[in-house]
């Protein structure tokens, strides 16, 4: 695709158009379907999963959602990941605000290993601190309390965001911050008033970033929630599928009801997501 | 624990005068907003990963850990048993079994999420038409939750319903079992991780490709470089910086990948799929709990990926990276 032969400077020939749209038609194609899928096996009637007649929409139905809704706990489960999504939001973008601001400006005794040492958390395995964790929070009492689950999202969330934010600050200008502390702002006063709303984008992309990772979440969810009532999505979507029965019929329609939500508010946040991840590490 | 080790390798640093780092006092309060995460951290990760380790050399499983019910408080009765599980775990050929099928997964993985993310970069950052069309919906796979998509992903595959043999039937071939074989049971896993990981690596591969300025490309192209010459000599080293954070941080991803093995094919058939990551989780929570073993496990998958990186590192510092 890249080897197009320059007819001028950036233009191609029909044929080498062709070829570039048609590559990347077949890969729209390979990413959307699963998802067109879901939808479509979603909006069959009640037993419709059953079969894999590509038959379209001649019998669509809303039945599967009105199970889900009425039937189930998937309401429950989703009031769960709202609240527990939320507050890891809330307090991951805290969290990743102040240390990523104090990263990127001050060059205090031991940034740098603070910056390493975010990045090697990122490797720690689930299996190492799940028991651990599971003991603390049981010591605690805050096993089935979304507290607990909110504590060990943030493990998972806030080192990534922290890099994120250092790099949405490298970008904000040193000069500004000075202005600031120039007309009688504290350094605290600074990051607040001054810094954090320049880097408005950034903190979208954090919050973001921070929401779907506890959305999105299973293995934590699925040991310190047992009880039923207690689990968020992840955890809770489980028992549609079980070991010798499933309903794929609710499975796919809590699919599209979880997925519809996290893609919209993807689509809006992308753009920012894409300039924070790069700025980072494109700079030298 | 682990920030005041961190501390210490900075002041020797700032010992032997390097840096311009400067000591605690001239920004105590950097300090002071780093220490939110920096407690969160210790409580969370350093206190954990140090009971972890500890755990590791003990025998503690379900049986004898220890635990309260209602009144009555059982006490602990696991021993301290030095490295048994360890020699235990690396003279098993399960653990050299899983590691090798853990290896393969990840060099796949990321190298199809690297090479396809590469290819779509470089055909997105054409000037093009739709190409904001294209963009967002090759991105589309990374807005569906990590679950929900192992979720389709099994249904897709599921061998008596799944869309994937009714295709083949309509071909006129007969369905495979997919999740049923360990190959093909490998190759669907691969193929979930692949279609989710991708638009992460484009994105970023983009944003390198757009950082490049367009005058080398004009140069090049007036001293007679190839397309494909301009693609080795230019964009490649332009996408230097942006690979080696993206390829690093994807191999430790992918490494410790849980959701998509254990949602599509549970580690089945017979564990025949099972990475570190996920057969370690499945020992501490199912059947008799073997925490001690289960943590032995993570501290070794912990012991590669910190090696890996510090070998990374020091590659890339090498080659003179100031990262």
């Known amino acids: ?284 | 624990m682990t920030v005041s080790t961190g501390r210490v390798t900075a002041a020797e640093r700032a010992a032997r005068g390097r840096r311009r780092e400067r000591p605690w006092s001239a920004h105590w309060y950097a300090w002071a907003m780093i220490a939110p995460v920096a407690v969160v951290m210790l409580v969370l990760i350093g206190w954990p990963l140090a009971r972890g380790v500890y755990l590791s050399l003990t025998d503690a499983t379900e049986a004898n850990i220890g635990r309260t019910i209602g009144v009555n408080v059982i006490p602990a009765t696991y021993e301290f048993v030095g490295l048994d599980n360890y020699v235990a775990i690396l003279t098993s050929g399960l653990f050299w079994e899983k590691l090798t099928w853990t290896v393969i997964w990840t060099v796949a993985c990321v190298a199809a999420h690297y090479g396809i993310g590469l290819g779509l970069a470089v055909m997105l950052n054409r000037r093009l038409r739709f190409r904001s069309v294209y963009r967002v919906l090759l991105i589309l796979p990374w807005a569906v939750p990590a679950f929900v998509a192992a979720f389709i992903w099994r249904y897709l595959y599921n061998s008596d319903y799944g869309v994937i043999n009714g295709l083949l039937r309509m071909a006129g071939l007969s369905g495979v079992g997919w999740l049923d074989d360990p190959t093909t049971a490998k190759i669907a896993v691969i193929t979930v991780n692949v279609w989710i990981g991708v638009p992460f690596m484009m994105v970023a591969l983009l944003g390198g490709l757009q950082s490049i300025p367009a005058e080398l490309y004009e140069a090049a192209e007036v001293d007679g470089a190839s397309p494909w010459q301009r693609f080795v000599a230019i964009t490649l080293p332009g996408l230097r910086q942006v690979s080696s954070t993206v390829i690093l941080l994807g191999t430790i991803w992918t490494f410790n990948m849980f959701p998509i093995i254990y949602l599509v094919t549970r580690g089945g058939p017979g564990s025949e799929t099972e990475i570190l990551v996920t057969y370690a989780f499945r020992e501490a929570f199912s059947g008799v709990r073997n925490y001690s073993g289960s943590a032995a496990w993570g501290v070794i998958i912990l012991a590669m990926l910190v090696v890996l990186a510090i070998g990374y590192r020091r590659t890339l510092r090498a080659q003179g990276d100031p990262w």
């Not at chain 1, 979304?146 to 040193?174: E, N, Q, R």
């Not at chain 1, 039923?228 to 499975?251: K, V, Y």
Request: proline letters at 5%; aromatic letters at 12%; glycine letters at 10%.
């Open chain 1, 1 to 284: 695709m890249k080897r197009v032969s320059y007819r001028r400077r950036g233009e191609r020939g029909p044929l080498a158009s062709i070829g570039l749209h048609a590559g990347l038609l077949v890969a729209v194609a390979i990413s959307l379907f699963p998802v067109v899928w879901l939808v479509l096996t979603s909006l069959k009637p009640r037993d419709g999963w059953l079969s894999t007649e590509l038959r379209l929409f001649d019998d669509a139905s809303l039945d599967n959602y009105a199970r889900v809704l009425t039937g189930t706990q998937f309401p429950q489960w989703l009031l769960n990941s709202v609240l527990t999504a939320g507050l890891t939001m809330v307090a991951g973008v805290f969290l990743a605000a102040t240390t990523g601001y104090a990263v990127s400006r001050f060059r205090f005794l031991g940034h740098r290993s603070v910056m390493w040492l975010l990045l090697i958390t990122q490797m720690f395995p689930v299996a190492i601190l799940i028991v651990p964790l599971y003991n603390l929070m049981a010591g605690l009492g805050l096993l089935n309390q979304i507290p607990g689950l909110v504590i060990a999202y943030l493990t998972i969330a806030v080192p990534f965001c922290a890099w994120m934010m250092k790099s949405y600050f490298d970008t904000v200008p040193v000069e500004i911050d000075q202005a600031g502390l120039v007309d009688g702002l504290t350094p605290f006063g600074v990051f607040w008033r001054v810094a954090l709303p320049l880097a408005r984008p950034g903190i979208a992309v954090t919050a973001f970033y921070c929401f779907m990772t506890a959305w999105g979440e299973v293995g934590y969810a699925t040991v310190f929630m047992s009880q039923e009532d207690r689990q968020p999505l992840g955890a809770g979507l489980q028992h549609f599928i079980g070991q010798h029965w499933s309903d794929w019929g609710l499975m796919t329609a809590s699919a599209v009801l979880i997925a519809i939500p996290a893609g919209v508010v993807f689509l809006l946040v992308q753009r920012h997501l894409i300039t924070g991840l790069t700025a980072g590490a494109t700079k030298s």
